[in-house]
C-alpha cells in the first residue's frame, strides 16, 4: 500500500464526510427520514475510514492460504504456523462450482485486513482462479501461487506447468510470485542389495520441498511496509 496516498485518501475522505454531515443537519424536519438515512451512512462511512486510519499502522502481516480444493492447502498451512505472518485458510474464496465467475469477496478482504495470499494449485489456473487473483492484486494484497504436488509430475511436464503458472501470474496486474512445491511428496520405492545377493523392495519417505517457497515469503517480508493492507 502507498501509505502517503492512502493518508491523503482519507483526509480527503473525512473532509468529505464533514460536508455531508453538515449538510444532512440542514435538511428540512419534512424529510426526517431522507436526513436519517444520510446520517447512518455517514456514520459508518466514518466509523470505516476510522478503521482504515488504524490499521495503517500496522507492521504485522496477515495471509491467507487458499486456493483449489484437494491441493495440499492444509499441509501447507501447517508448515507456515512457524512463520511470523499470521496465517488464515480462507475458506471463504474458494472457486465456484459451476458458472466461472470469482465471487465478490471485497468486502471479506478488506474486512480481514488480509496483505498476502498464497494461492495453492496442483495445474495451471482457470479462468475463475485468475478472476479472483485479480482481485487480490486490484485490492494491493501480495499474491504467491504455489505450484503444489510436483512430485506427481514428471520433470519436462513439471517445467510446463510452472511456465504457464508464471505466464498466467505476469498477465495480472501487479507483482505475483510463482513457486513449486511438494508439501507432502508420495514415498518412493528403494531397491537394495544384500550382502547374500538378494534385492530388497520398499518405501522410503520422501522430504518435503517448501525452500522456494519460504525463499519467496522472505522475500515478501521485506516489504512488509509496502505489504500492509489497511
Do not use: C
Amino acid at each position: 500500500v502507498d501509505r502517503a496516498r492512502l493518508e491523503a485518501q482519507l483526509e480527503d475522505l473525512r473532509r468529505i464526510l464533514e460536508a455531508l454531515a453538515t449538510e444532512s443537519a440542514l435538511i428540512p424536519d419534512t424529510t426526517t427520514t431522507l436526513a436519517a438515512d444520510l446520517q447512518d451512512s455517514v456514520a459508518n462511512y466514518e466509523a470505516q475510514r476510522q478503521a482504515l486510519a488504524t490499521a495503517r499502522d500496522r507492521t504485522h502481516l496477515h495471509g491467507w492460504v487458499t486456493g483449489e480444493r484437494r491441493s495440499g492447502k492444509s499441509t501447507i498451512l501447517r508448515h507456515l504456523q512457524a512463520s511470523s505472518i499470521t496465517w488464515t485458510d480462507a475458506a471463504a474464496p474458494l472457486l465456484p462450482p459451476e458458472n466461472g465467475t470469482a465471487p465478490d469477496n471485497s468486502a471479506g478482504m478488506a474486512g480481514a485486513a488480509v496483505d498476502l495470499v498464497l494461492w495453492v494449485t496442483e495445474g495451471d489456473l482457470t479462468a475463475s482462479a485468475l478472476a479472483q487473483l485479480r482481485q487480490h492484486v486490484i485490492a494491493g494484497q501480495g499474491v504467491i501461487i504455489a505450484f503444489n504436488k510436483t512430485d506427481h509430475y514428471a520433470p519436462a511436464d513439471q517445467q510446463t506447468v510452472l511456465a504457464q503458472l508464471q505466464s498466467q501470474g505476469e498477465a495480472l496486474p501487479g507483482n505475483v510470485t510463482v513457486v513449486a512445491v511438494a508439501a507432502n511428496p508420495r514415498p518412493v520405492t528403494v531397491r537394495r542389495h544384500q550382502a547374500n545377493g538378494e534385492i530388497t523392495e520398499g518405501q522410503e519417505a520422501v522430504p518435503p520441498h517448501l525452500a522456494d517457497l519460504d525463499a519467496a515469503l522472505s522475500d515478501w517480508l521485506h516489504q512488509a511496509d509496502t505489504l500492509v493492507a489497511a
